[in-house]
């Protein structure tokens, strides 16, 4: 029963954020909002949502090491697993801005994590301390996009979808990532108890994994259709709104209790891969299928080494 809670929940977590980001996305044109402002703001809100809902509730519940194994274990899959399968399909162009700009602040939030952590506790002011960068963060890309005259910036797309249907598909998302989100959590922790495994475990594994599928499957397809939808700037981003957004507004509500002890290796892994990212970025026009081969062998290493550490 709770395989099946944990199966159900993501499934209804993946269809509710897809028809949430549609909606959302079609009113954002609706209301003549720039291409630019909406994949900063309303995409990035949007795709990081289950993460953000299955951290919040698994932190309001009890399992604050569900919340924090969520965020970990996602930020190593979208680097080894997710960017890794993408190019080892096709490989992908260096994105200057992914190195010059988003990937400092990502190293930057994840550093802090760390530190934030080591007293084995989110605290609120923390959590408070990362939304504010976040605003401030995507603030300031928008604003030196605009500067920039980009023509997205000026010129927001137009859509054929009627309104009541983009309300229908907002509403109808917003439901299901809440019902989504409450089965997995559930569903997760109960697998926890029943295997004999710790629920970090079950969070890095099972729960960040199945909150990272909608991006993977997204990443897939463009890959496989060669189409320059996935960038190291949307990876590298997503990691950035994972700690800034996911852990900061989880830790604004309620302070998030959990060993550094615990995590420890998944932290080290999660700082590595990043670390790792840049010197792929640094040197070449693109990151080609031998680096999704040896970040594809990582992650299924990390895999492993969670595994029997249990």
Request: glycine fraction near 10%; charged fraction near 15%; proline fraction near 4%.
């Amino acid at each position: 029963m709770d395989l099946l809670y944990t199966l159900g929940g993501a499934a209804v977590l993946i269809l509710g954020a897809e028809l949430l980001l549609r909606g959302a996305v079609h009113l954002a044109f609706r209301a003549r909002i720039s291409p630019l402002v909406v994949g900063l703001t309303v995409v990035s809100l949007g795709t990081s949502l289950p993460e953000l809902l299955v951290s919040l509730v698994a932190a309001l519940k009890g399992s604050p090491e569900i919340a924090i194994g969520n965020v970990v274990g996602s930020n190593i899959a979208n680097i080894s697993l997710v960017l890794g399968a993408c190019v080892v399909v096709f490989p992908i162009d260096v994105d200057r801005e992914a190195r010059r700009i988003h990937w400092p602040v990502m190293m930057a939030a994840t550093l802090l994590f760390v530190l934030f952590l080591a007293d084995d506790r989110v605290a609120r002011w923390e959590g408070l301390l990362f939304v504010v960068a976040l605003v401030a963060y995507v603030a300031w890309m928008i604003i030196r996009s605009r500067r920039q005259g980009r023509r997205s910036a000026e010129q927001p797309l137009r859509t054929t979808m009627p309104v009541g249907r983009a309300l229908l598909f907002l509403i109808i998302g917003a439901a299901g990532l809440g019902s989504g989100s409450g089965w997995f959590v559930d569903g997760a922790s109960g697998l926890a108890r029943g295997l004999g495994v710790s629920e970090r475990l079950i969070g890095v594994t099972i729960v960040a994994v199945g909150t990272s599928m909608p991006e993977l499957i997204a990443s897939l397809v463009a890959a496989f259709r060669k189409q320059p939808d996935i960038s190291l700037g949307n990876l590298v981003g997503s990691n950035i709104f994972n700690i800034l957004f996911i852990i900061g507004t989880s830790a604004t509500i309620t302070p998030i209790e959990a060993s550094l002890d615990t995590f420890r290796t998944d932290l080290v892994m999660m700082t590595a891969i990043a670390l790792l990212l840049y010197p792929m970025m640094r040197f070449g026009d693109r990151v080609g299928r031998w680096q999704g081969v040896g970040l594809l062998a990582l992650y299924v290493g990390y895999m492993v080494l969670a595994l029997v550490q249990g």
